[in-house]
């Protein structure tokens, strides 16, 4: 039989149901979820592994800031946010450099994308972590929204520089 801490430990472990599974011993799905029953645990929202929700503070991730104040588009759809950045396709390794970081800050999968106008990248990623940043998405221009550099970064000199880099990169000086 399966004890409750057991259970409880592996279940609110950051590892799919199936893994879960496999570390009770290879019980099936129906086994499992009579075991969550019997001991009043709750079950996961679906997706299995959860997602990163908070903005990270490091500084690469205080860089991918300076670029989206700079050049960026955070944009609601149905259930996640998408952050946008925009480079002209001359700059490649520039290109290649943002979507280095962005893939680093959130740990997720970055898309570029062409732009209508076909002189223009979008480098484009989908995550709720961008819930904490420092404007609302569809709330009209980041200069109406009086958008500035949070305070985290603005306490921590490495930090800062790592963002004023990202808004040289993206709007120059």
């Not at 700079?70 to 259930?79: A, C, E, V, W």
């Amino acid at each position: 039989m399966i004890t409750k801490d057991e259970l409880v430990q592996l279940w609110n472990s950051d590892i799919t149901v199936v893994k879960v599974r496999e570390k009770l011993g290879r019980i099936s799905e129906r086994q499992l979820y009579k075991y969550l029953k019997l001991y009043d645990i709750p079950k996961r929202k679906r997706g299995g592994v959860r997602k990163q929700t908070t903005y990270p503070q490091t500084i690469e991730s205080a860089y991918v800031m300076g670029l989206a104040i700079g050049d960026g588009n955070i944009s609601k759809l149905k259930r996640t946010l998408r952050l946008r950045l925009y480079c002209d396709e001359r700059y490649k390794k520039l290109i290649d450099k943002w979507k280095l970081s962005c893939e680093n800050v959130f740990q997720r999968r970055v898309s570029i994308s062409n732009h209508h106008c076909g002189k223009c990248k979008i480098i484009s990623i989908h995550t709720n972590a961008l819930s904490t940043f420092p404007w609302e998405p569809n709330k009209g221009h980041k200069w109406k929204q009086k958008v500035k550099i949070p305070d985290w970064i603005i306490e921590n000199e490495e930090f800062l520089h790592a963002c004023m880099r990202g808004l040289f990169e993206t709007d120059g000086c």
